[in-house]
């Protein structure tokens, strides 16, 4: 399989008749890695695999939660903080200040990928949002927590959509498959949304963002990979 691509202009810094690449994103999730092992061959069976996996997980939440940079083959996890002391005296206080997780792509991939990568360019494909970030403004948790009643950041690309039209918009969507659309929207982007949290009952949702691109009410629709809970 290849990676698929397609063109896109590239804005006023460019010439009119100049195009960028954008990668089509697919999205796999951890069933979709053990796959992939499985298919190697694995002298071990899929239930050992997930064992070990989720033991890899927790030894690297161990070795960032007391402060270490851990680097691997694949990606460098590292422990970073955000806010402002006040005086070399000044405390950690949660409510001004929060430990976050950055993590850049290690020397393997780096590497091998560019190296084995094939393209293929895609033609006539139409836009679909791509949800690629939420920012839980109040709590500074990124892709877990949401608070209701506070500010929301999306992004994305593609994710623009029409105000007025109540099918197009942000939406949580929670287990049940209750919907909750996003009423209060700040800033509305192709790449950026600024938006209210509306008031949301305890429980796990999927964040939406649908958006028509050609103006003939054909709605579709981008999800962020991880489910965000209210507590």
């Known amino acids: ?3 698929e691509f397609k063109l896109v202009r590239g804005g006023h810094l460019l010439d009119p008749d100049q195009y960028l690449g954008r990668v089509i994103a697919r999205t796999a999730n951890l069933e979709q890695l053990v796959d992939r092992i499985m298919e190697h061959g694995s002298s071990v069976c899929r239930s050992d695999v997930l064992s070990v996996l989720e033991d890899y997980f927790q030894a690297l939440e161990n070795l960032l939660v007391d402060g270490w940079t ?5 990606a460098v996890y590292r422990v970073t903080m955000h806010g402002v002391f006040q005086g070399r005296l000044d405390e950690f206080d949660p409510e001004r200040h929060r430990v976050t997780v950055q993590v850049s792509t290690g020397r393997r991939l780096r590497q091998r990928v560019p190296a084995r990568a094939r393209v293929e360019r895609m033609l006539g494909m139409p836009p679909e949002p791509q949800v690629a970030e939420f920012l839980d403004v109040t709590s500074g948790a990124v892709h877990s927590t949401v608070t209701p009643g ?3 950041i999306i992004l994305g690309e593609h994710i623009k959509f029409d105000l ?5 918009g942000i939406f949580f969507v929670a ?9 209060s929207v700040a800033w509305n982007g192709v790449r950026k949304h600024i938006f209210l949290v509306p008031a949301l009952a305890p ?10 691109f050609n103006g003939n009410g054909d709605v579709r629709t981008g999800a962020l990979q991880e489910k965000l809970t209210v507590a």
């Open 175 to 183: 287990a049940d498959q209750a919907e909750t659309r996003v009423q």
């Open 70 to 74: 851990v680097i691997t083959p694949a």
């Open 203 to 212: 429980g796990e949702y999927e964040l939406q963002v649908r958006a028509s």
């Open 164 to 168: 007025s039209d109540a099918a197009q």
């Open 150 to 152: 506070g500010e929301g």
């Open 1 to 3: 399989m290849s990676i």
